[in-house]
């Protein structure tokens, strides 16, 4: 069974940084890429950024709301992804979710999402 | 800037059939796939319709997608609508191939 399980939040002071963890299970994590999203309380989902599997250099992509603030990293020997938050601001409280993402030849989309953690940015 | 809007909200009865909009604007919807994710209250997003209209397995026949090129929309259709249908869907695509775009969410009620 595939399984992503995010952990890492709480709350955290504006300016301040915060590292989320996306640990899987039930398939090669290696072979998938990992995306990020969130949603703010009460509001729709916002792509954060992902990142690609090794066999495409584990490059990334950012939302602009996040670019030079978020970076996404895989460690492939402990299925795990993370998210490094810096420079966090209150609109970045959210719930936010760790998926796969399944890349055919003709697209990738996200196939399986994980429960969420709860990021709440405030004084 | 791609941008996708859906209504606030649809409602329709039990054993019916609805169809939630996504309309996109500064850019042709065709120019790249649409997923459906559905959001049950206070549970996770789940993807229910990828690549325009292709499912994933265990997502029951009753849903399906299409999209209309001549108005620039994506929709997602449900017939057989039941109780468990009830909860927020949203459609995404993408804007320069790699950056993520979602429309603002549809609230369906299956009264």
């Given at each position: 069974e595939v399984q992503l399980v995010e952990s890492g939040g709480g709350l955290v002071q504006p300016g301040r940084s915060l590292r989320l963890s996306c640990t899987t299970s039930?398939?090669?994590?290696?072979?998938y890429g990992i995306s990020w999203f969130r949603q703010a309380p009460g509001k729709g989902l916002e792509w954060v950024g992902f990142i690609r599997s090794k066999a495409y250099s584990a490059t990334s992509e950012y939302a602009a709301s996040v670019t030079g603030r978020f970076t996404i990293s895989r460690d492939d020997s402990n299925n795990v992804a993370s998210l490094q938050m810096n420079?966090?601001?209150?609109?970045?409280?959210a719930v936010y979710y760790c998926t796969r993402r399944h890349c055919s030849s003709r697209s990738c989309y996200v196939d399986y999402w994980g429960q969420g953690t709860l990021v709440t940015v405030s004084s | 800037n791609f941008m996708l809007t859906q209504p606030h909200s649809v409602s329709e009865s039990p054993g019916k059939t609805v169809t939630i909009s996504c309309t996109g604007s500064g850019?042709?919807?065709?120019s790249d796939y649409v997923q459906w994710y559905q959001q049950r209250p206070g549970s996770a997003p789940t993807t229910?319709?990828?690549?325009?209209n292709q499912r994933p397995?265990?997502?029951?026949?009753?849903f399906s997608g299409s999209i209309d090129r001549s108005s620039n929309t994506a929709s997602l259709t449900i017939s057989?609508?039941?109780?468990?249908?009830?909860a927020d869907y949203y459609c995404q695509s993408y804007e320069a191939s790699n950056l993520w775009v979602f429309g603002g969410g549809t609230k369906l009620t299956v009264l």
């Amino acid at each position: 069974e595939v399984q992503l399980v995010e952990s890492g939040g709480g709350l955290v002071q504006p300016g301040r940084s915060l590292r989320l963890s996306c640990t899987t299970s039930g398939f090669t994590f290696g072979a998938y890429g990992i995306s990020w999203f969130r949603q703010a309380p009460g509001k729709g989902l916002e792509w954060v950024g992902f990142i690609r599997s090794k066999a495409y250099s584990a490059t990334s992509e950012y939302a602009a709301s996040v670019t030079g603030r978020f970076t996404i990293s895989r460690d492939d020997s402990n299925n795990v992804a993370s998210l490094q938050m810096n420079s966090l601001k209150t609109e970045d409280t959210a719930v936010y979710y760790c998926t796969r993402r399944h890349c055919s030849s003709r697209s990738c989309y996200v196939d399986y999402w994980g429960q969420g953690t709860l990021v709440t940015v405030s004084s | 800037n791609f941008m996708l809007t859906q209504p606030h909200s649809v409602s329709e009865s039990p054993g019916k059939t609805v169809t939630i909009s996504c309309t996109g604007s500064g850019g042709s919807i065709a120019s790249d796939y649409v997923q459906w994710y559905q959001q049950r209250p206070g549970s996770a997003p789940t993807t229910v319709i990828y690549e325009d209209n292709q499912r994933p397995s265990g997502v029951p026949d009753r849903f399906s997608g299409s999209i209309d090129r001549s108005s620039n929309t994506a929709s997602l259709t449900i017939s057989g609508l039941k109780t468990e249908d009830e909860a927020d869907y949203y459609c995404q695509s993408y804007e320069a191939s790699n950056l993520w775009v979602f429309g603002g969410g549809t609230k369906l009620t299956v009264l």
